[in-house]
């Protein structure tokens, strides 16, 4: 079954105490993405990335990192979490650039006390 | 600066029509897309233009004016199962390959 998959799917830390988000997908996508949802905000792109080894920031960067080791597998770090960070995150992945329609992991929510 | 903009909230009643709008304004566009998103759950795709027109898809149309920065996503003989939100969201491609969501619009369909 095509997925894009994140884990953890809840998740509550204290400040200071880094973090990983994995997301796996199965579909070969050149495009990962990771977003953060917040009440009256709507979703945000954090970083983006088109290929392995190629990433860029989104719009909302500040306080996360990324990699693209392997094309299925893109993690967001959160080095030194803070309760500002406390969001419901979405990974998601298409093919083809930003031309494509993405596919959403569940989500992943978390908390920072 | 990049920036789109939807209703926060609409009512409509099962079996109507309704229509939600989008404006954007942003530099290097290359396509739109509406997602659907039930409450707890991750956004779905729901269709995309990239040409000014309407794509037609079952119960659902999307209609694009790039001259104007302007679509709206048209659902037609509403059911309950239709209540979640809509997500409006632009790709650009003015030196990024961004994903822009708007606020989305969230819709209460009551019988």
């Known amino acids: 079954e095509a997925q894009v998959t994140q884990n953890p799917r809840y998740l509550i830390t204290v400040t200071g105490k880094k973090l990983t988000v994995t997301c796996s997908q199965n579909?070969?996508?050149?495009?990962m993405s990771w977003y953060r949802q917040d009440p009256g905000l709507g979703l945000r792109q954090i970083y983006y990335?088109?290929?392995?080894?190629?990433?860029d920031k989104g719009d909302v960067p500040e306080g996360y990192k990324v990699s693209r080791k392997e094309k299925r597998n893109f993690p967001l770090i959160l080095e030194s979490p803070s309760p500002n960070q406390t969001s419901l995150y979405f990974c998601?992945?298409?093919?083809?650039?930003?031309?494509?329609?993405?596919?959403f992991g569940e989500g992943s929510r978390l908390t920072v006390l | 600066g990049q920036n789109i903009d939807q209703p926060t909230e609409m009512t409509a009643t099962e079996g109507a029509i309704v229509q939600i709008n989008c404006t954007y304004q942003?530099?290097?566009?290359?396509?739109l897309f509406w997602y659907q998103q039930h409450a707890g759950e991750a956004p779905t795709f729901l269709s995309y233009?990239?040409?000014?027109g309407l794509e037609e898809k079952g119960r659902f149309s999307s209609f694009l004016s790039r001259s104007k920065g302007y679509s709206y996503l048209l659902l037609k003989e509403l059911q309950m199962k239709d209540s979640a939100s809509y997500l409006c969201?632009?790709?650009?491609?003015?030196?990024?390959?961004?994903?822009?969501f708007g606020t989305g619009t969230r819709l209460k369909v009551l019988a």
């Open positions: 969201a632009v790709t650009v491609t003015s030196g990024t390959y961004k994903y822009i």
């Open positions: 579909m070969n996508h050149e495009y």
């Open positions: 942003t530099s290097g566009f290359n396509g």
């Open positions: 998601a992945s298409t093919w083809g650039g930003n031309t494509g329609e993405l596919f």
């Open positions: 233009n990239v040409l000014d």
């Open positions: 990335s088109m290929n392995v080894e190629v990433t």
